[in-house]
């Protein structure tokens, strides 16, 4: 059923000038289905990764000691004005390398380019998130926090039960946009041989020559899953949203 699918599907692109052979072919159509797995996988992990760094740059932005805020500051900076390719192959070029001369050799290194992917662009999302929550931590307004104060709050507790909660809410937009940028940047594993969709696409087409076939399937599906990003993140806007402050007001 699911092969006759498959041949019904290849025919009637076929009769639109599109060739999507490949996806007959098992050795060919393993590496591209890898390809869409490894970029889902890369997804997945990074959203959460970006997020829980992204908190604790914030807390240590905020937290009012210049010895954590100083050193969070320059690796914002520099993450945020240097393009993500370049960190990644530094880190990959240059960090790696180091790991591997510190251990006796790249066969001791257990720290793989996707481990570098996962690393690099969830740091560098996690430096945009900060920046944004951030800015929702100082906009709580200070009635808010001197009431928690007030009632015995320590200045962790007011930054986790007052200040991150209502800085998430004012936060939400930016989180997701950064989030969006964080789906399109997993393409950049490609450039260290990481298998994620384009850089398998790139081994078929090399094979196929059907470039156009491929670019429309790979535009379509950071396309969905960037919109249904979006939609999630507005439904989640909505349900958080408090009157009078932030998102809500």
């Known amino acids: 059923m699911g092969s006759s699918l498959l041949q019904t599907f290849i025919d009637w692109t076929g009769r639109l000038g599109l060739h999507y052979e490949f996806l007959a072919s098992g050795y060919e159509a393993q590496i591209w289905r890898g390809g869409f797995i490894t970029t889902l996988y890369l997804i997945v992990l990074l959203i959460p990764i970006s997020l829980l ?10 937290s009012g000691n210049k010895a954590l805020a100083a050193p969070v500051r320059v690796f914002i900076e520099v993450t945020r004005n240097t393009p993500t390719l370049v960190q990644l192959m530094f880190s990959f070029l240059v960090l790696n390398t180091l790991v591997s001369n510190g251990l006796g050799g790249a ?10 992917v996962v690393a690099v662009v969830g740091l560098h999302v996690a430096a945009l998130h900060a920046d944004a929550l951030r800015a929702g931590i100082e906009a709580v307004p200070e009635q808010t926090v001197e009431a928690a104060r007030a009632i015995g709050f320590t200045r962790l507790q007011i930054l986790r039960f007052v200040a991150i909660p209502l800085a998430l809410r004012a936060s939400l937009p930016a989180i997701v946009n950064n989030m969006i940028n964080l789906v399109k940047l997993t393409t950049v594993g490609n450039a260290i041989a990481v298998s994620e969709i384009t850089y398998a696409s790139i081994m078929v087409w090399t094979q196929r020559d059907n470039v156009v076939e491929l670019m429309i399937v790979i535009l379509l599906f950071f396309s969905t899953i960037n919109l249904a990003l979006a939609k999630i993140g507005h439904w989640v806007e909505k349900r958080l949203a408090v009157p009078g402050f932030g998102v809500g007001a």
């Open 53 to 62: 760094f992204g908190l604790l740059f914030a807390a240590m932005l905020t």
């Open 107 to 116: 066969q001791h290194n257990p720290l793989t380019p996707f481990f570098w």
